[in-house]
């Protein structure tokens, strides 16, 4: 069992910053983490994504030279840099994780543990 808590969501104008904070807590080992996005009438998509054990990472093209994904040295703490941000950032940000790399980072249904969310909103 995994449990994951995101914190560092916000309200900030367009072109501004916010660093969202996912703790992992649980005894199971996983191999990927990612954040993903859900904004009110629209499916939940992936962000950004890491591996684990290697960390390389994979960002969304919409994200892509604004948002930085990262983890700490215990690999029990990832972070999403949003940076530039913009209107269309707006949305409830969820941490998500897995023990399988079998398929794509950002397929939804690949995650078996998901945090409650972070509500991130960028005014113009």
């Known amino acids: 069992q995994v449990n994951l808590a995101e914190s560092g969501g916000g309200s900030v104008q367009a072109g501004g910053s916010l660093r969202l904070s996912c703790v992992a807590s649980?005894?199971?080992?996983?191999?990927?983490m990612a954040w993903f996005r859900q904004a009110p009438g629209k499916e939940r998509e992936g962000v950004a994504g890491i591996h684990t054990r290697f960390s390389f990472t994979l960002y969304a093209d919409s994200v892509k030279g604004r948002f930085t994904i990262s983890q700490d040295n215990t690999k029990k703490i990832v972070y999403l840099q949003m940076n530039d941000l913009k209107p269309e950032d707006t949305a409830m940000y969820y941490c998500?994780?897995?023990?399988?790399?079998?398929?794509?980072?950002?397929?939804?249904?690949?995650?078996?543990?998901w945090g409650q969310g972070t509500q991130v909103t960028v005014s113009s």
């Open positions: 649980g005894s199971a080992s996983m191999t990927g």
């Open positions: 998500a994780a897995r023990n399988s790399d079998a398929s794509r980072w950002s397929l939804v249904t690949s995650y078996p543990y």
